[in-house]
């Protein structure tokens, strides 16, 4: 069983950074796809990056280029990079598997990030 805990959140002005940390204990089968999803308020959760074992990337379409996911192997540990930040990407910011996230016992407590003046 994966257990994710994200730390790096806080409150952030609109165009500001911040730097994600999201540990990953399990398998080595959690490791192997990895992402990072987002929910705001009011909103459902919405998957934001991906991150293959070799360190592929994909983004969606509301962050890319804004946005960087990396991952550490050896330490175990996936990263997200916010950069430009804008008040639409408050939200609470989970890691998952991507393999495990539709199992609802699967999430850990996230990460708040608000962007606000």
């Known amino acids: 069983q994966v257990q994710f805990v994200e730390s790096g959140g806080g409150l952030v002005q609109p165009g500001g950074s911040l730097r994600l940390s999201c540990t990953a204990s399990g398998s080595m089968f959690s490791i192997t796809l990895m992402g990072w999803f987002r929910q705001a308020p009011g909103k459902q959760r919405e998957w934001v990056a991906q991150v293959t074992n070799g360190g592929s990337t994909i983004y969606s379409t509301s962050v890319k280029g804004r946005f960087t996911i990396s991952r550490d192997n050896v330490k175990n540990m996936v990263y997200l990079q916010m950069n430009s930040l804008r008040p639409d990407d408050t939200a609470v910011y989970y890691c998952?598997?991507?393999?495990?996230?539709?199992?609802?016992?699967?999430w850990g407590q996230g990460t708040q990030v608000t962007v606000s003046s």
């Open positions: 998952n598997n991507m393999a495990l996230s539709g199992l609802s016992d699967s």
